[in-house]
């Protein structure tokens, strides 16, 4: 038996190892290697079964609604330019949809985190009832069940067919085929990675020194010597949409508190309550610390993903640069919360500054998405 599964588990690094090395051929300028958890290997005919699956609308309450819905590709895997999602029927949620690409390298999922991974975070829409809508995931498992093509490459990839086909097969296919939306070759990356001193227009290379320097951007969306996912994957309150609960908060967190012992489900309750939405990376950990805080997104594809923030309340690019400019604010008679990281301040910067920012943003557009 011990022979048995240190031959298993040499095979299973050796997948790994090939895998590695195949993706480092192909690796986009500026990104590192995709994490893959050793217990859902890449694998090609796995990664078409994903593909098939993130498109498929049957796995919908109504059979209008797939995970490309809100992550369509020709808009950079966002539902561009909805400020939030729209599931069956219309219904809205209260978030706005981040991109798939480059979600492979995220330490959580969701604004808030409150998933660890991409298996994890993929079963949840399906059975939230502003997005897919099902009441559980029978509809799923008869269809991949029964459909011919999908019989098929589940017997091929997974070696199981009929009940021993579970919805932790689907969520590992969909998972691997997101694994595969990476981007990055940006001009930014040719410029940066590339040496490539023409890549970027001299306002972006401007650009570029504001958000070193005196934007203090790089603070939260990190930028290394080897690759930039501009993204510091923590959780901060900016004070966006911060006030539409600030009055009531302790006795809303409270509540909710409460409510998520008795067995609420939080999937749910953030996305079909405002007000719990702005509650934040709260309620995931409880901590007060963690109040009105959303994960820090990556920046690439962000001129081509508006709108912006986890509600999707500003518009540009110019708008989320003249926030920021103002201290977390969008008018500097707006009084700052006591939660509010405090990193938050005014920067200060000039109109050309501000101008500039806006085009070095711009520069981290990836060919593929380039409108």
Not at 181 to 203: H, K, L, Q, V
Not at 299 to 304: D, G, K, P, Q, Y
Not at 336 to 359: A, T
């Amino acid at each position: 038996m011990k022979l048995k599964r240190y031959a298993v588990s040499f095979l299973a690094a050796t997948v790994l190892a090939s895998w590695a090395v195949a993706q480092e051929a192909s690796r986009p300028l500026g990104l590192p290697s995709v994490p893959v958890p050793v217990d859902n290997l890449q694998d090609e005919v796995k990664i078409q079964l994903g593909d098939k699956l993130f498109h498929d609308k049957r796995f919908s309450s109504d059979g209008t609604v797939s995970c490309a819905t809100c992550h369509a590709r020709e808009k950079a895997f966002t539902d561009s330019p909805l400020p939030v999602s729209e599931g069956v029927g219309k219904q809205k949620g209260t978030r706005n949809a981040p991109t798939v690409i480059n979600a492979a390298y995220n330490h959580s999922q969701f604004w808030d985190g409150r998933e660890p991974d991409l298996e994890s975070q993929s079963g949840q829409p399906f059975l939230n009832p502003v997005e897919h809508g099902l009441k559980d995931y029978d509809p799923i498992l008869k269809i991949v069940r029964t459909d011919p093509e999908y019989r098929e490459l589940f017997r091929r990839v997974f070696g199981k067919s009929g009940k021993e086909i579970t919805i932790e097969e689907v969520k590992k296919a969909i998972a691997s085929f997101e694994r595969t939306i990476i981007s990055g070759d940006s001009p930014f990356d040719r410029y940066y990675y590339g040496g490539d001193t023409t890549a970027m227009s001299e306002s972006a290379i401007r650009g570029l020194q504001v958000f070193l320097g005196p934007g203090r951007c790089v603070s939260c969306h990190t930028i290394t010597d080897t690759h930039a996912l501009f993204t510091d994957n923590r959780f901060h309150n900016l004070g966006v949409g911060f006030d539409s609960i600030s009055k009531d908060l302790k006795e809303m967190a409270t509540a909710f508190t409460k409510a998520k012992k008795e067995g609420t489900n939080v999937d749910i309750a953030v996305l079909t309550n405002g007000n719990t939405s702005e509650l934040g990376r709260f309620a995931i950990t409880g901590q007060w610390r963690d109040i009105g805080a959303f994960k820090t997104p990556g920046l690439r594809n962000v001129a081509v993903t508006d709108p912006y923030m986890h509600d999707g309340s500003l518009e540009t690019l110019d708008d989320v640069v003249e926030f920021y400019n103002l201290g977390g604010r969008m008018d500097e008679s707006e009084p700052i919360n006591s939660f509010q990281s405090g990193g938050i301040r005014p920067l200060n910067l000039s109109d050309r500054q501000k101008d500039d920012l806006v085009e070095f943003l711009r520069a981290l557009t990836s060919p593929e998405y380039k409108k």
